[in-house]
């Protein structure tokens, strides 16, 4: 495997890993705290309250596949 590949690789495992939805709301609440902030509205809230649903949301996923 090139270099260039194995840098890939350890990136995506390291973003995605194991759930790729977590993965793209974490990206989603980012953008989102940024556009506020772009917009000069406060956004420090944001990113703290995306965190706690996306942990809730990954949670209750795991709970109902188990």
């Known amino acids: 495997?090139?270099?260039?590949a194995a840098f890939g690789?350890?990136?995506?495992?390291?973003?995605?890993?194991?759930?790729w939805?977590?993965?793209?709301?974490?990206?989603?609440?980012?953008?989102?705290?940024?556009?506020l902030a772009a917009a000069h509205v406060t956004a420090w809230w944001l990113l703290p309250l995306a965190v706690v649903v996306v942990l809730w949301?990954?949670?209750r996923r795991a709970i109902r596949s188990a």
Not at 9 to 19: A, H, Y
Not at 21 to 35: D, I, K, N, P, R
Request: proline share 0%.
């Open 21 to 35: 939805l977590v993965a793209v709301l974490v990206a989603v609440g980012l953008g989102a705290t940024a556009a």
């Open 9 to 19: 690789r350890f990136w995506w495992e390291f973003v995605i890993g194991d759930d």
């Open 57 to 59: 949301l990954s949670l």
């Open 1 to 4: 495997m090139s270099r260039l």
